[in-house]
């Protein structure tokens, strides 16, 4: 079998140098109205013709590539998704799912797995974080008992790289007999540690991966993992309903390669670099800078500079001109994703960024600590489902004046995705003032 086999076909037919008269219309060559910087990748833009294979009815190079991921991640069965892990995601629900179940859902789900609640007509019952900002068995377990859910949705890891506890999750499931399906966007790479940290390999049903984030693969590249065989048989059919019947063989083409990457170098890598964060938090840490806690991804640095006063958008602004660029901030918290491809030198930026934190004295601080942003989700009353207050008849106005009404959309900050208010639920004072400072400043409300 070749190394890559998707990757392989699509540079073969770049390679012939064929008359293309088909989509797309660059015609895969830079010119007048593409400028010379995409020369290298138009070749590779291709289309499902003869030899390239079909996304949704894969029996060529693509359906090779996908069997041979799913052999490197150790699942049942792997799609390829050129639409992100929100295809992925629409995908899981829809194979889990029928209009009218029951979901026991993370209320932190990001906004993509409510708006395919709504497009399926599945109603959430909403699984609320702990203290510790964890979904746990037992909030599992407490609402399978009292609702009829046909499945749980989490979020794990999440934004911060906190993990929950999948294996005591996916027992409670297991004794209910509904599947898991884990939101992995931010932890494809989580297979790839020593131990496992995957939640495939921890008892999820499903999982989606969003590649991008945190492994070699284009923006828009993710995997769809599958446990359970039975809820693979219809798959393909099932994300075609969702996405794009022209999906893009660059991105899928450097999932297979990033898939290559990861079968001959990638447990290698990630041992090494959860070596190097390791030392990295311990020296934060020794300068009184904290770093987050618990059980999380090993290979993600999450400082809490709210416990210093100081809030994570001016550390932000802190690191920035230091020349180091985090994934998100807000009110306590400063995130940075790192990977096998970030330089000594760069790392050696960023621990020089960190331990000078707490001694900068331009920077703003609070009088006390400050608190964590999404602390608490208090109970919402409900008015309309998901599904009808998305869909049904809807206003914009000032989100200021939004207190009381019900609201028409999933308004949420981006990053991280999660909504402050929830479709079909009534807009609290708190949820205003949350909108408000995360500068939305007009929202949909049910008319």
């Not at 076909?9 to 140098?17: D, I, K, P, S, W």
């Not at 007048?32 to 294979?53: K, V």
């Not at 969702?242 to 001959?264: I, K, N, Q």
Request: proline fraction near 7%; aromatic fraction near 6%.
């Amino acid at each position: 079998m070749s190394r890559a086999p998707l990757w392989e076909a699509v540079r073969q037919y770049a390679l012939e140098g064929a008359a293309r008269f088909h989509t797309p219309g660059h015609s895969g060559r830079a010119g007048r109205a593409l400028p010379s910087a995409f020369a290298g990748i138009l070749p590779c833009d291709a289309t499902e013709i003869p030899g390239l294979d079909s996304l949704y009815e894969a029996d060529g190079p693509i359906a090779l590539a996908e069997e041979a991921a799913a052999r490197t991640f150790g699942a049942a069965r792997t799609l390829f998704s050129a639409g992100g892990c929100t295809l992925a995601i629409q995908a899981m629900l829809a194979l889990a799912l029928q209009p009218g179940n029951k979901v026991a859902m993370d209320r932190r789900s990001h906004r993509s797995a409510i708006h395919a609640c709504a497009l399926l007509d599945v109603q959430p019952h909403w699984l609320l974080p702990g203290t510790d900002g964890r979904i746990s068995p037992d909030a599992v377990e407490a609402c399978l008992g009292k609702n009829d859910c046909r499945a749980v949705y989490i979020t794990s890891p999440d934004y911060y790289g906190r993990l929950c506890d999948i294996s005591g999750i996916a027992a409670v499931c297991r004794r209910y007999g509904v599947p898991l399906l884990v939101d992995n966007a931010h932890g494809s790479h989580l297979a790839f540690l020593a131990p496992s940290l995957h939640p495939l390999h921890l008892g999820a049903s499903m999982t989606a991966d969003s590649a991008h984030k945190t492994l070699p693969a284009l923006t828009g590249g993710a995997f769809l993992q599958i446990d359970d065989p039975a809820l693979g048989a219809d798959a393909k059919h099932k994300m075609a309903l969702f996405g794009s019947t022209s999906p893009s063989y660059p991105v899928m083409a450097s999932l297979d390669l990033c898939r290559a990457w990861l079968e001959e170098e990638g447990k290698a890598a990630f041992v090494q670099l959860s070596q190097r964060v390791q030392n990295l938090e311990a020296a934060c840490r020794a300068a009184g800078l904290p770093v987050e806690e618990g059980l999380r991804d090993p290979v993600r640095l999450t400082l809490r500079t709210g416990a210093l006063g100081i809030s994570g958008q001016d550390a932000a602004a802190c690191f920035r001109r230091q020349g180091c660029q985090c994934e998100h901030a807000d009110g306590d918290r400063v995130v940075f994703i790192l990977t096998p491809f970030h330089t000594p030198a760069e790392l050696a930026r960023l621990q020089a960024a960190a331990l000078a934190l707490p001694g900068e004295k331009d920077l703003p601080r609070a009088d006390g600590p400050i608190r964590p942003a999404f602390s608490s989700f208090p109970a919402a009353e409900t008015h309309l489902s998901l599904r009808e207050a998305l869909f049904g008849p809807r206003e914009e106005i000032d989100t200021a004046a939004a207190a009381g009404r019900t609201a028409g959309m999933s308004a949420c900050p981006c990053p991280p995705g999660i909504p402050v208010v929830i479709p079909g639920e009534k807009i609290s004072d708190e949820a205003v003032q949350i909108l408000l400072q995360a500068g939305i400043l007009r929202i949909k409300v049910v008319k």
